[in-house]
């Protein structure tokens, strides 16, 4: 169904590329722009736990400061719209919470009012545009850097060079459009003008992508006597409105908090249009005393808009502010987060605790619950199904034969199939802990301890997933050969547990086959390193290559041994198993004899 | 002289502590015999296999086997040995 909509939309776009040129620089400027948030985004990323998280947190840790942060960048950058853009790109990379993003916000509103005082004033407009180019050349050259910080100044530097660059292709592509947009041929008077021209002002932000240009058309058109001052009022507040919008395409790339926040200014700035609409004339009085007041001639029509836009702003500001948490609970309420479907624990039940055997059984179903998880998550990282595992099929043929890109996500996979049952089982069993007898609690230290190694098995599976992606497609037929091995010999290792755990079943001896099972561990990485060496010696691989290969056989003995060590606790737990048989259990040094002497053959 | 073995018979057949010897005996050798088919096995499975990651997985464990069967055969000539002590 996903697919089927992407292939609509490609070809809707494309017939409207075929259609205009107008239309594929618009289309163009959003995705630039969209680029850009995701580059800001990523740069933001680079910082966190460092430098910024520390500025924000002394510079919005109050909503005040917050507002005075948000007041003091849109003033500065003389944009609203891309400082809420950015909020929510801090908001998404998780260093800033919604209130101290809706305290910027508010004070960025206000901080955008100074953009008409100086259109009105001096008749300056800040293009912003004309940053993109130099950030976008210096961005690069950072990114190029390998320090992370400069690549994070640099990420950063080219996402605002992209969204600047982005509204400029959005601005020139309506270039015919903002032309046609000729306000005094649409005078209006009344209740119908006031609305007509706040919907106006409202459609012609979103179609320039930005305020500023809007008050230069209403600042320009109401000194020239093109429209009258009432219905400019209308098109600021208007235009005040529409510059949401800048936000709201932000937040299609963002998190659930970034469209929370773009939602926030939707609401503050429509509230804050639809409470001064209501009261247009107290504010049109209002607006003649303070200018009286300072100086601004009764004529100087533009100066009294730049008026009109600070004190509505500011009225918006001390109508909302003080409501900034039921505000956060309201969009939490509306805009719900998505949550994949996370995997529950089956076996965690509040009846389980009453027995300490009980909890105990209980833990070790729940955790034998998350060993398939880890397992599935494994196996899905190098294109395999849990049900490859079963079948008489060669694992070998069938990870070399797959040629298919393969892109699991194990973040999500953790996420869904892990996170939720680890904490449950790790919450349960502190919880459990306080009230029993030795012989359980030993019982659950071990089976938390099984969990620590499925949930390493699953890091060191991320660790190696990235070169193993990599190197499979590479020119270089014996590195793929070695990353196939790898991911050969950890699906048959977990194939090989199955077996194991098959055997418990059946009584063939499943205390004895652990240590078949540690030595061929041992075993394999002995020769694995031993066939990178002489890969590396014969040329026939880089050392780089070489070098990541040994870190790679070095997390798959890693998972080997962490699923072992899981499935030793779980599998093995009744002490049937372990009477005679275990007095012809091997002991380390006896595996490694063993070990050595197949080597030495 | 007879009847003297008899009963050296009978009071070792109700004597708790050799029973269990006795019991252990056998569960050892049931062991190793469990061990010697499973070597039986992965003897056959090593021939059949092609895939020479496999084999010398197959050569590991037949070596494994091999060890533990060794040291059960100690342990069992050990306790055949205290056995005929008593």
Known sequence: ??????????????????????????????????????????????????????????????????????????????????????????????????????????????????????????????????????????????IFQNGKQLKGIGYILTGLGFLLLGIHYMKDSFEHFESTINLANYAMAGVRGLLTYTAVGIIATIIMQSSHATMLLTITAVSVHQITYDNALALVIGANIGTTVTAIIASFGANIQGKRLAGAHLLINLCTGIFVLFFIKEFSIAVDIISVNLGIAVSDKAMKLATFHSLFNLAGIVIFFPFINQQVIFLEKILIEKRPDIFKPKYLGSSAMDFPETVVESVRLESIHLYENAIHIIVHTFGLHKQDLTKNDSLKQLIEQNTQPIEYDIDVGYEKRIKGIYSAIIAFISQAGFTWEMAQSAKLSWLREANKHLVEAIKETKHLQKNWTRFRTSNNQDTINEYNKIAYQIVLHIRQIEHFRQGIEDNELPLLSLDALKASIKNDDLQMNRVIETLIREQKITPETGSSLINDSAYMYNIKKNLLKAAETLFLHSAGHAGIEHQLTLNEAEINHVVQTMDSQ | MRIEKLLHKLRAFFDGDNRKKRQHIEELKKILLKLKKKERKITHALQQTDDEYLKKHYQTELEIIRVQRKKGIEVLQQLKERKQGD
């Not at chain 1, 017939?15 to 580059?39: E, N, P, Q, T």
């Open chain 1, 1 to 142: 169904m996903h697919k089927a909509l992407l292939l609509i939309v490609i070809l809707l776009l494309s017939y409207g590329f075929w259609l205009s040129d107008a239309f594929k620089g618009i289309a163009a400027g959003v995705s630039i722009f969209l680029f850009g948030m995701l580059s800001l985004e990523q740069g933001f990323k680079a910082f966190t736990g460092g430098v910024l998280e520390r500025i924000l947190q002394k510079t919005t840790d109050t909503s005040w400061k917050s507002f005075g942060f948000g007041f003091l960048s849109a003033t500065l950058m003389q944009s609203s719209g891309l400082v809420s853009v950015i909020t929510v790109s801090f908001l998404s990379a998780g260093l800033l919470d919604l209130v101290a993003g809706i305290g910027i916000i508010f004070g960025s509103n206000l901080g955008t009012t100074t953009g008409a005082w100086l259109i009105a004033g001096l008749g300056l407009k800040v293009n912003i545009a004309t940053y993109a180019m130099p950030l976008l050349v210096f961005g690069v050259l950072c």
